[in-house]
């Protein structure tokens, strides 16, 4: 099993950086592809970004593509959201996990062992 545990929230202008990091503590990430997803208040879970596993391939959310970017450091079993340029519509809580089920990147039910998240408020 592995346990996520995310950092590097906090809050930002309109227009400011954040990186956020996702650490495992347990099995390593190297054996799974990884997602970041977030969740504003009253929404439900949606995908922001992942990294496949085979390639190491990026995916992202259309609302994100160009801002954000994603990375792994299997050295360091973490991997890292990027995100510039950041928006109010940003504003959400962001957790990651590993993929565990086959199928598509994008699909949050495929997903399990999600961290705490971390809190991102992007303030216009």
């Known amino acids: 099993q592995v346990q996520p545990v995310e950092s590097g929230g906090g809050l930002v202008q309109a227009g400011g950086s954040l990186r956020l990091s996702c650490a495992a503590s347990?099995?390593?990430?190297?054996?799974?592809?990884m997602g970041w997803f977030r969740q504003a208040p009253g929404k439900e879970r949606e995908f922001v970004a992942a990294?496949?596993?085979?390639?190491?391939?990026?995916y992202y959310a259309d609302s994100v593509k160009g801002r954000f970017t994603i990375s792994r450091d299997n050295g360091k079993n973490t991997v890292y959201l990027q995100m510039n340029s950041l928006k109010p519509e940003d504003t959400a809580v962001y957790s990651c996990?590993?993929?565990?089920?086959?199928?598509?990147?994008?699909?949050?039910?495929?997903?399990?062992?999600w961290g705490q998240g971390t809190q991102v408020t992007v303030s216009s």
């Open positions: 996990a590993p993929r565990v089920r086959s199928g598509s990147d994008y699909d949050v039910s495929l997903y399990d062992y």
């Open positions: 347990g099995r390593t990430f190297s054996s799974y592809a």
């Open positions: 990294l496949k596993l085979s390639s190491d391939t990026p």
